[in-house]
């Protein structure tokens, strides 16, 4: 990167040479031409000054050796910048308008690109117009090549020894594009560059030192030529405005043919006097057209190499040209006509499917004067897959004439399938979480993919294990005014589409069902289908059904689309093996309770008998024996343990199901703990178990009295049977923002962590319980924890060390309908 430092440009100055101004005037010159403007300058510039080392053509009176302040110079902002500075118009341009340099030559138009001595800045090199105009990117390149090879010279800042004639300035010319030759005051070639090399035959080596007039002028013209040249020459060499002059001439070629160039002429003041410059253009390629073919050539290859398809049309709106993307496109044969590109516009529809009505089209749109911007269209070819362009098009005038419109086609049908994809998975996730049932979510499901592919038509088959065949789950369909699809009720393996998927447990793709396939006719939902994709759902390893997806256009993306339906069919498979677990966890569930509630009823009636005789036959005490007594007590005890069981087991089942319903009021909690405190302190007494309360005397709730009772019984009674002998038993009951928390710290056997989880699951006994040999049937905290939870409530069981401490909390309000009838059940 060039540095922003600038060399002393009046050092730089007085230290070159004649030779090397001549050398700046011949950059100035190429400037000029290589930006197809009237003037070219040189500028070297110091903190203060911008010195014009080389003038070719300038307006008004300057000349090279002039000075204007930076300041006033618009070079300041191209070595501020250390980049290319472009001016179109300078009265539209605010650093023209306060530039009294640019005022004073009357610039209308400005290029200047940075002019460097190896790393550091030390002027610009600018071409100039008096008229507004535009500079392409091509000729600004083309400065940056002149000013890039202008750095190369030795002796432009610092000075070169001097010479007999100018510097090497042999970069600087072959950097033409245009023939140049530079002959002195008697006709011999000096300065003869690459371009007319190519364009007369002759190399430089050969040329330099000729005659002008006997290399390149006709022999039949001889004399009238050299009177011609003889006069230009001092016509240029009095002239002092530096202007050049433009003369047609026909010239010799090496090959003995002759060629009509446009000269421009211009006089390079060297030591000893001047040489006379002129750099030529070949009219013959403007005159036989050559220059256009080339150019259209060139445009047609560059065209050609574009992945993506244009084609322009004139004012008419009839194609005129298209490039070779757009046959691809409409797999049209190489060298179609280009008018067949307008079959092209024939299938172009709205991304809904809606063809476009003539004024609707991209190229109709830009001949409206409309700016088209990444519109976004289909292409619906009969036949093909559908496919998804962005569409960019814009008029085409000059002079204020309209003479047509390009559009660029660009096809996005493959990242938008992709965007698709993804929208659909997430979909069918979507789904398959918010779906209240199969069914339900499998519609939802064939919908998400049907509208993802554009396809009319998708099923869902599911296996019925009992009689071996494939069910109908869902079907979707685009078109219901179509008819109803021919949906057969059941499929054999390997019968149709989704039986041979099933059998096989592999992907089967169709591209054409028209073509001979072994599916029969009447496993077809419709007829006039063409392509079809069925993948399995699967679990694991086993088949749970299938998913069948029906276009009516051929599609050959089968890798593509197989791979997204088989993803689909991984969450549907997940989702059925889910629901099919639930179902048979809920299964279970109905079964243990209608178990439970089968053997507490069958129980009850015997056992009630049981219990009531055997309190008959305790209250004859005189007229029993009195070994039959014990006996009669184990009965009563046993009737009693049993009982109390089959109450659980029914209050379990009837609150879990919701049979058994809360009946809430407002209570005061503080007296029924007080109240299960008394009911247990006899069992405690037997035991020598402390019994600390630390209650309130009043806590308001809103619950079911029985049943708060029934939790509170449970948790004193474990507090006491599970501890040990001479043990505490703390019981607490406080309040806090968020409710009420009740806990019951005993100092017993405690309960190992690993097996806190299960404690209140039904039947369990924690492993030192059963060894301690303590009575139990694992259903005492099973109901606490149902009677809680019904209450809008929770439990949990904590190590106390020694023993456990179990911590109820209640909510202040009352409990909602949903939890009054129990986890799960209706009231």
Known sequence: MPSAGMVNGASAMSATSTGMACSLTTIAEAAAHVAQAPAGLVSLVDEEWDHFAGVFGAPGSLAAGDRIPLVDSLCQHVVAGLRPVLITDADGDERARNSPGAARLGLRAYAGVPLCDGQTVVGVLCAVDVRARPWTAEQVAALNAVALTAGLIPGLVHPAPDDDGPPDVTSVIDALAEAFVAVDTTGRIRLWNTAASALFGWTAAEARGRFLHDLLLPAADLAERRQALSQLRDLLLERRDGQGAQRVLRVRTRDGGDVPVQVALSALPVPGGSWICGTMVDLSLRRDGRAPARTGGFLRTLLDSLTASVYACDAAGQTAFTNAALGGLLDLPVGVPTAAADLGRDHLVWPDGRPLVPAEHPSARALAGEQVRQAELGLAVPGRPRRTLIVNAERIVVDGVVLGAVVVLD????????????????????????????????????????????????????????????????????????????????????????????????????????????????????????????????????????????????????????????????????????????????????????????????????????????????????????????????????????????????????????????????????????????????????????????????????????????????????????????????????????????????????IPEAERDQLFQRFFRSSIARASGAPGTGLGLVVTRTIVECHGGQIAASDNKPGTTMTVRLPSAAPSAAARTGPGGEG
């Open 411 to 750: 096809e996005v049908t493959e990242q938008r399938r992709a965007q698709r994809f993804r929208e659909c998975e997430l979909a069918v996730s979507r789904a398959l979480v918010d779906a209240a049932g199969t069914a339900e979510a499998a519609q939802a499901v064939l919908a998400a993919i049907a509208d993802c592919w554009k396809w009319p038509h998708a099923e869902l088959w599911l296996v019925d294990e009992s009689a071996d065949v494939l069910r109908p789950a869902a079907t979707w369909t685009a078109e219901p005014g179509r008819g109803d699809p021919l949906v057969v009720p059941a499929l054999s393996p390997g019968q149709g589409l989704a039986g041979t998927t099933w059998s096989t447990g592999a992907p089967v793709w169709v591209a054409d069902l028209t073509a001979g396939h072994c599916f029969e006719y009447e496993t077809l939902p419709w007829p006039g289908l063409r392509t079809a994709l069925a993948v399995p759902v699967r679990s694991g390893s086993d088949v749970l059904g299938v998913l069948a997806l029906y276009a009516d256009t051929l599609d050959e993306d089968q890798e593509l689309l197989t791979s997204h339906l088989c993803s689909v069919a991984a969450y549907v498979g997940e989702y059925l093996q889910r629901r099919r677990a639930e179902e048979v966890a809920l299964e279970l569930a109905r079964t243990k309770d209608d178990f439970l509630a089968l053997v507490g009823h069958e129980l009850r009636t015997p056992l009630t008998s049981i219990t009531t005789y055997t309190q008959l036959l305790a209250d004859l005490p005189e007229q029993l024996p009195p070994e039959i007594r014990p006996m009669i007590e184990v009965i009563g005890r046993n009737s009693d343990s049993l009982t109390a069981i089959i109450d659980d087991l029914l209050d379990l089942a009837g609150l879990e199901s919701g049979k058994i319903t809360l009946r809430p009021a407002d209570i005061d909690l503080a007296g029924l703990v007080r109240d299960a405190a008394v009911s247990v302190r006899a069992a405690a007494d037997r035991r020598r178990v402390t019994l600390i309360l630390d209650v309130p005397d009043r806590v308001p709730l809103h619950g079911d009295p029985q049943r708060l009772r029934q939790m509170l019984d449970n948790l004193l009674s474990n507090g006491v049977k599970y501890n040990r002998d001479g043990g505490t038993l703390t019981i607490r009951l406080a309040t806090d923002c968020a409710g009420t928390v009740l806990t019951v710290s005993d100092t017993g056997i405690g």
